[in-house]
Structure formats: C-alpha cells, structure tokens
C-alpha cells in the first residue's frame, strides 16, 4: 500500500466536448500535457469541475484511463470513483486501483442526505474492502457533510483512508479536522478545493489543493503554492488576491462550471459545449464573461487582449502631471480658503 502524502496542487480538470456531445479525447491529451508542462502536481479527474454526474459510469472510467494513458506516470493522479451506491462506487474502485492509479476521491451520498452515522457506515464499508487508497470527498453545499468525528473515526479505523479533499471553504472546520486527526494519522492529507481561501489553508496545515482554476491558470496557482509553501507571505499574498478575482469571476458570473470552461478556451483549447443545455441568457452572459476573463489572463501574460482591448485598470494607470498639478492646486486654495496654510 502507498504511504507518501498526496501534497501539492491536483487540477480537477475538465472534459472537452465534440461537437455532438461525445468526449473529445485528442483535445483532452493535449489538455493533460499542457497541464503537467505548467507545473501541476497531479491531476484529479471525475471531480464537480469535471462535471462527474453528466457522465455515464463507462465514460468516467474512459476518462481516467485516457488521462492515465496520457499522464505515463509523469504526476499521481486522484481519480473521482463516487457512483450511485457502494457496491458499484467498490467496482470503480477496483477498476482505477488495475489502472495503477495513486488514490481515488469519493464524495459523501448525495441527493439523500444521510445522518453523520450513516454517512461514517458508507466510508467504513468502501475502506474496508477497497483496493486502492481513498480521500474522502466533503463538499456540504451538494452531499451529506462529513463532520470532525466521523473523519477522526475513520482516519482511525481504515487504513486505506488516507485523505480528506474539503470544498466548504470552512477554514476552522478545517484546522478541527486536522487537530482531530494529525496526531494519530501524521501521513493523512488535507486537501482544500476553495481556491479562494488556498494560501490559508496552507498555512494552517493543508498539504495541498484540488482548485478549479488550477485549470485555467495553471501557473499561478503552482505559484501560489511554492510561495506559500516556502514563506514568501507578501508575495504569496498578492497572487492570492489575483485568483480570487479571477476565480470569483468564473465561478459566479456564469452556472458552474462554465465560467472555467469559457476560460479553458481563452487558454487556446476547443473544449466544445456542455451537455447541460444553456438558456438565452446563460449565452448572452458568457459572452461578456469570456471578454473579462481574456482580460484577466491577458494582464498576466497568458493570452492576448480582446478586440477593442480592455479596460485600463484605475491602479495601473499613469497620472497626467497636468491633471496632479490642477488638483493640488485646488487642495492648496481649499487650505488657504479654510486658514489652514
């Protein structure tokens, strides 16, 4: 059984579409090598990005083994196993674990919310009988939510439960888990998918993260990391506040996720139309989105900017000496006026 950690930063990738719906998978190697070439740590395939529900069980195993053909080794990969219930979430356990895959991630039962007992009886029953490492997948806005005791309970129970992958955002609900569970378990990884709170996470402890934007930008979020990782807080701090706009803009200016899969496509990838059919207006909005974004990357280098170019940001501009001089001028006066000079 594997015992290193699962660290670093695993890119929930998404799926390009052909254009009648089926999975593109020339477009989806590429894809994966442009993914490692910047600087990913692993890839996690079959996550809420990569949009895991809208596949058959046969296309999500097609998916791991082209991104597993592809990867050759060259980074672990995390791969989402959660199926409709647990005998059959146990076969693509045993399926990914023939594929030589490192771990695998498996969301709480949802659409039946379950009691924190029940939900502690599904895990116990995949990690007693599952071949492959698993993380546990908390994400509470979509599935039963895993609480502190049932992680500690099963982090002591099951050995082949070695992670928990946390997608609330909850940074105190983390630092509970990981009080709760690092003095037993020193090898059990936390792993955060809030990319807005990534450096935080970090620096309580978190190993590492599972960020949707570590898709669109895998530079900045292995940058984010290294700079965290190694204590350069200032630094850190302002690439931070860089993926938070970024991210905030994919994520609540269109219906999730294709926000990140306009911005795939600004990164130069035909990742095609979703299989979720989208309204008039969802259209009307992507289209002004793909021109904030394409701004957004182009700021930092990544793509060019639109036709009719963007924006001046107010921070970035250079004064007018001109226009300085008239206003200090009236500031002077004003003084004056007021006796204050």
Known sequence: ??????????????????????????????????????????????????????????ERRRIVAVIADQTRGRVPILAGAAEANVRETIAACEYYASLGIRAVAIVAPFYYKLSPASVYAYFKEIGDNTPIDVTLYNIPMFASPIDVPTIQRLSEECERIVAIKDSSGDIPHMVRMIQAVRPNRPEFAFLTGWDAALMP???????????????????????????????????????????????????????????????????????????????????TDLTTLSNELQCMLAAHGFTDQPVGGCPIDPSAATPNPEEVTAIVQQVVAELRRRGLM
Not at 16 to 30: A, Q, S, T
Request: charged share 25%; with cysteine; glycine share 10%.
């Open 1 to 58: 059984m594997a015992t290193q950690r699962l660290q670093g930063i695993f890119t929930p990738n998404l799926v390009p579409y052909l254009p009648d719906g089926k999975i593109n998978e020339p477009e989806l190697r590429k894809y994966v090598d442009w993914l490692i070439e910047r600087g990913v740590h692993g890839l996690y395939p079959n996550g809420s990005t990569g949009e895991f529900t809208r596949f058959t069980p046969e």
């Open 201 to 283: 996470m970090l620096l309580i402890g978190c190993d590492g993260g599972t960020n949707a934007s570590s898709g669109v930008v895998p530079e900045l979020t292995r940058k984010l990391y290294d700079l965290t990782v190694s204590h350069r807080i200032d630094e850190a701090r302002k690439v931070q506040y860089d993926l938070i706009r970024l991210f905030d803009t994919m994520i609540y200016s269109a219906e999730f996720p294709e926000g990140f899969r306009a911005a795939v496509n600004l990164r130069g990838f035909k990742m095609g139309h979703g299989r979720q059919p989208l309204s008039a207006e969802q259209r």
